[in-house]
């Protein structure tokens, strides 16, 4: 059993809660000490790895009983958190006119239920293994469900080497055009 000095509940949360209630929490914290985020949302395994890392915590990991994923995170330093976003962005309406590669980083699940004609899909937490399936001299619009994940893709991407890398804001959920489904 890990020891931690707090826990929250995020169970039944998706994407961007469990990071928005974690952010909330740990600012109670003092540095050093442990959250333990109890969430169901599978992708927030990848996505509380990543804001932890851009923010300066650490994150320690995460075990999985039954539906419930437990993730543990070091509060860092008590120095006022920066939450760094990417600079590059372009809006939704704007991808049609646009040549390039649509990646979308929301989990398989999400993807299969609707995305983008002409869409990859690399879920967030698989896209360091898969680098090499993309190319760094072509365009990239980075999208998932709220603009959160594709934030720190689209980091993730830069600092990986590659320079056309464009945020894609708002995310998914705001999307009311034509979808495609492979269920």
Request: proline residues 3%; negative net charge.
């Amino acid at each position: 059993m890990i020891r931690t000095n707090h826990q929250l509940d995020a169970k039944g949360l998706a994407c961007p809660m469990p990071i928005v209630k974690t952010k909330k929490a740990i600012t109670d914290l003092e540095e050093g000490q442990v959250l333990e985020v109890q969430a169901t949302d599978k992708g927030s395994k990848a996505d509380l790895a990543a804001w932890a890392k851009s923010v300066g915590h650490q994150y320690l990991g995460t075990v999985e009983e039954g539906d419930v994923l437990y993730h543990y995170i070091r509060k860092g330093s008590n120095e006022p958190e920066v939450e760094k976003t990417f600079e590059h962005t372009v809006s939704l309406d704007e991808l049609g006119s646009r040549d390039g590669l649509i990646l979308d980083v929301r989990e398989a699940a999400e993807y299969a239920f609707g995305h983008l004609e002409g869409a990859i899909s690399i879920p967030m937490g698989e896209l360091e293994s898969r680098l090499t399936e993309l190319n760094k001299d072509q365009e990239l619009y980075v999208v998932c469900r709220t603009g959160k994940r594709s934030d720190l893709v689209a980091q993730l991407l830069t600092s990986k080497g590659f320079n056309k890398v464009y945020n894609v804001l708002p995310g998914m959920n705001e999307w009311n055009g034509k979808i495609k489904k492979e269920i």
